[in-house]
């Protein structure tokens, strides 16, 4: 069965620091997404990404925060400069439909600890 | 992937029997509503969805109700198995935008044998 993964596990980073989280969506999916979920707290959305450009993005993507799908496979979420407060699970998710019409696959998540 | 908090709402049921899991939501424009399992180390899991223009839906062994009067929406397991123990969260998404879903806090599925 197709799943979405993602790379690496586990980030462990200092403050200020750039990371890249990396995702492989379904190979046949059109739409992808980033959510993170804060240790006790609700999974947020982050950004969806469609046709090679943002959809959406939640108040929480500020400048700091890119996504990009370098190549026919991949699909990053970059975070320019780490605060303590990054610190979450991040999802990554696609689907393969409209958003609303179809169910977002998740991965099983990238936890990135900020120091 | 852990999804819990550490004051998850628990509801603990015996294997066979049904389980009702709820959500309140808080904005009325809501016109989509999906619901989620997430085990551990997992990412989150597509259940069912709803759009407003029903009250009721049905899956295999789920059932999702919502009443937009009272904007609450409920998942319906029936006959519980070891298997569905995890955290399950309702997610919405609010008219006028395609993808931005608002997450709940979630309830911990608790199933005894």
């Known amino acids: 069965e197709p799943e979405v993964t993602q790379t690496p596990s586990h980030q462990v980073t200092q403050m200020g620091q750039e990371v890249i989280l990396r995702c492989v969506p379904i190979s046949n999916h059109l739409y992808f997404y980033w959510y993170r979920q804060i240790l006790g707290q609700k999974v947020e959305f982050l950004v969806s990404?469609?046709?090679?450009?943002?959809?959406?993005k939640s108040e929480i993507f500020d400048d700091q925060f890119s996504v990009e799908r370098p190549d026919g496979s991949n699909f990053t979420l970059k975070i320019r400069s780490t605060k303590l407060e990054d610190s979450a699970m991040y999802f990554c998710a696609s689907s393969g439909v409209r958003p609303t019409l179809g169910e977002q696959f998740f991965g099983p998540g990238t936890r990135l600890t900020v120091l | 992937g852990e999804s819990v908090g550490l004051h998850l709402p628990t509801l603990s049921v015996q294997e066979g029997d049904n389980s009702i899991i709820n959500c309140a939501y808080s904005?009325?424009?809501?016109?989509?509503f999906i619901w989620y399992k997430q085990e551990s180390g997992k990412g989150p899991q597509f259940i069912i969805d709803i759009r407003s223009n029903m009250d009721k839906r049905q899956g295999q062994r789920v059932t999702v109700l919502l009443n937009k009067t009272v904007k609450h929406l409920s998942l319906q397991i029936a006959a519980t198995q070891p298997g569905d123990s995890a955290v399950y969260f309702c997610a919405e998404r609010v008219r006028g935008t395609a993808s931005k879903l608002t997450f709940g806090t979630g309830t911990r599925l608790q199933v005894t044998l």
């Open positions: 904005n009325s424009a809501s016109d989509y």
């Open positions: 990404f469609y046709n090679n450009e943002i959809s959406e």
